[in-house]
């Protein structure tokens, strides 16, 4: 099992920014798959962004260029910095974990962004 504790969520402006962290513990793989959905209300989960152990990235087109993910392995912690936040970057966030040896995946309970003046 993999446990995933998501922090950093808040209300912002528009233009904003916010950073989110979520940190994993438990059964950590070396080989994995890190990353960030979204769901506002009404709608589907969306894949935000992604981070392999390996060093890869992967961005929905909607946040390239404003939001930027990283990761600190050592820590087992992913990040999310998010700038220039708009108001339809309003939704839930949830950390995503994925055991790429075993196809297993985890999420945490989510934070909410909220983007409004």
């Known amino acids: 099992q993999v446990q995933l504790v998501e922090s950093g969520g808040g209300l912002v402006q528009p233009g904003g920014s916010l950073r989110l962290s979520c940190a994993a513990s438990?059964?950590?793989?070396?080989?994995?798959?890190m990353g960030w959905f979204r769901q506002a209300p009404g709608r589907q989960r969306d894949l935000v962004a992604t981070s392999t152990s390996a060093g890869s990235t992967y961005y929905a087109d909607s946040v390239k260029g404003r939001f930027t993910i990283s990761r600190d392995n050592a820590k087992n912690t992913v990040y999310l910095q998010m700038n220039s936040l708009k108001p339809e970057d309003t939704a839930v966030y949830y950390c995503?974990?994925?055991?790429?040896?075993?196809?297993?995946?985890?999420w945490g309970k989510g934070t909410l962004v909220t983007v409004s003046s």
């Open positions: 438990g059964s950590i793989f070396k080989a994995n798959v």
């Open positions: 995503y974990y994925k055991n790429t040896l075993y196809d297993l995946d985890y």
